[in-house]
């Protein structure tokens, strides 16, 4: 795993696990269709969430779409995929496009979400998922592009969408400077030339998914609580995912406009990285629901 983007996604598994909403993910399998389902998830990365929803026999069979724009993910997600299946002895079959893992054909699909839409979308699936990537997005912008990805009262599961809060322990005199122009660069930020981001995303999507004629019928917290154990190490490869996040802030903040105080504030947090003290929250939520019934034909 060379590509830092690639490692980092693959250390935010564990993270993922412990935070998604029991509740909502339980609330999902109602929506769901049982047996082979269609299934497309946008800035899928590379894959984890198709392991873990077979991990969690949400699925078996049927075709799961990864979208997203990065291709270097989409190449490592073959590997990371099959890596996955032959730990737990699932079969797999490398595709022209993808990956079969069992009985679940994986399709690898290069794209921008905002392009994806434009183009069509392609056959509308069962079940849209997006898992820490609305908050990267012009959500009232793609909003319904998106539900119309499923088949009408299809349905969608949009996960750990971040929602205001970032939270480091133990407390620094600089945080509120820093977390406060951190959220800010990401209300402002513009990728592929549209805006990209809301630091409140997860609190607006309700009212969203509302105005979209798809309210969410279930919602529950999905907070990032990474923190060392006793002993002071980090389960699995999750002080990698905490340097990750520290450069995530350092990148979007470097530059003439950085608040007084970010160069210590970074090499406490790294110190106290080490020296397995770090404690990190982020408050997120999650949605389910389905997607608009289409409108009835006048006669
Ligand atoms: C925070 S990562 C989450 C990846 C994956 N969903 C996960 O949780 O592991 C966001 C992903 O969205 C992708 N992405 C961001 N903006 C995108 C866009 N406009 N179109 C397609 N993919 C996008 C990125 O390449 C990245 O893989």
Not at 146 to 158: M, Q, T
Not at 159 to 185: C, I, K, M, S, W
Not at 236 to 265: S, Y
Request: net charge negative; with cysteine.
């Amino acid at each position: 795993m060379t590509y830092p983007y690639t490692r980092y996604l693959a250390a935010k598994k564990t993270v993922d696990d412990r935070a998604l909403n029991s509740r909502v993910l339980a609330d999902l399998r109602r929506l769901v269709p049982p047996g082979a389902c269609r299934v497309v998830e946008i800035g899928a990365g590379l894959g984890t969430m198709v392991a873990r929803l077979l991990e969690r026999q949400v699925l078996s069979s049927g075709e799961y779409v990864l979208l997203d724009v990065d291709p270097q993910l989409l190449r490592d997600s073959r590997g990371w995929l099959c890596a996955w299946a032959a730990d737990r002895g699932v079969g797999t079959e490398l595709l022209p496009d993808g990956v079969r893992l069992g009985e679940l054909r994986v399709r690898l699909v290069e794209a921008e979400i905002g392009d994806h839409l434009a183009s069509g979308g392609g056959e509308p699936a069962d079940l849209l998922i997006a898992n820490a990537v609305l908050d990267l997005v012009d959500v009232p912008a793609v909003l319904p592009g998106l539900l119309r990805l499923v088949v009408p009262g299809g349905a969608y599961w949009f996960t750990v969408n971040f929602d205001g809060e970032t939270v480091f322990q133990p407390d620094h005199p600089a945080d509120d400077d820093v977390l406060t122009a951190y959220h800010r660069t990401m209300d402002q930020r513009v990728r592929f030339g549209r805006p990209a981001g809301d630091s409140r995303t997860g609190r607006h999507l309700f009212h969203q998914l509302r105005d979209a004629g798809a309210p969410a019928c279930s919602v529950g917290a999905s907070d990032w609580v990474v923190h060392p154990g006793p002993d002071g190490s980090y389960p699995g490869d999750e002080a990698w995912f905490l340097e990750a996040i520290l450069q995530t802030v350092e990148e979007a903040l470097t530059g003439p406009t950085a608040p007084a105080g970010l160069a210590d504030w970074l090499a406490t947090r790294r110190a106290q990285l080490a020296g397995g003290e770090l404690v990190y929250l982020a408050h997120q939520l999650d949605l389910a629901g389905r997607s608009p019934a289409r409108p009835a034909v006048p006669g």
